[in-house]
């Protein structure tokens, strides 16, 4: 009877923590669909890196495709951490379109929680020579309301 009940236990604080657990944040839409919710848009993490790195931004391929950010060396995709194993396949994409060597920098709203998901793409990128990065929010230099200085961004809407 003691084991049951110590089960039941252990059953009901896993799932009180289970939301807690998650390394992602979820909203729901106006028509009712379930998504991961970021607070900054993925553009705000890739011009601030872009810039930084003298690349360039949204550089348009002879497919209509786009690379996040072209430098002298790199084709590179940025995307969120849940979206880890896309953002590989777009990097080598974009390395064919340009000639350059692919990387992938992966945005890490929750570096703790999320750094599985770096993990997984650092692993792959160093068996197919493909370059690995991640960025979190210090890349964007919050201002007090935690906002970002990238115009476009949703931080900025009300």
Request: contains cysteine; glycine residues 4%; proline residues 3%.
């Amino acid at each position: 009877m003691m084991k049951v009940s110590a089960m039941i236990n252990s059953a009901i604080v896993y799932i009180l923590l289970l939301p807690m657990a998650t390394p992602f944040e979820y909203k729901i839409c106006n028509l009712g669909w379930k998504h991961i919710s970021h607070k900054h848009n993925e553009a705000s993490y890739q011009n601030a890196w872009c810039s930084l790195n003298g690349g360039i931004a949204e550089f348009k391929n002879k497919d209509f495709t786009r690379v996040d950010c072209l430098t002298n060396t790199h084709a590179i995709e940025f995307d969120f951490a849940d979206k880890w194993a896309q953002s590989l396949g777009q990097a080598l994409h974009y390395s064919v379109m340009t000639g350059k060597k692919p990387k992938v920098i992966l945005i890490l709203d929750e570096p703790y929680k999320q750094m599985i998901y770096f993990k997984r793409v650092q692993k792959i990128g160093e068996e197919y020579k493909i370059d690995t990065e991640y960025v979190t929010n210090d890349i964007l230099k919050l201002n007090k309301e935690q906002k970002c200085s990238y115009s476009k961004c949703k931080c900025h809407n009300k």
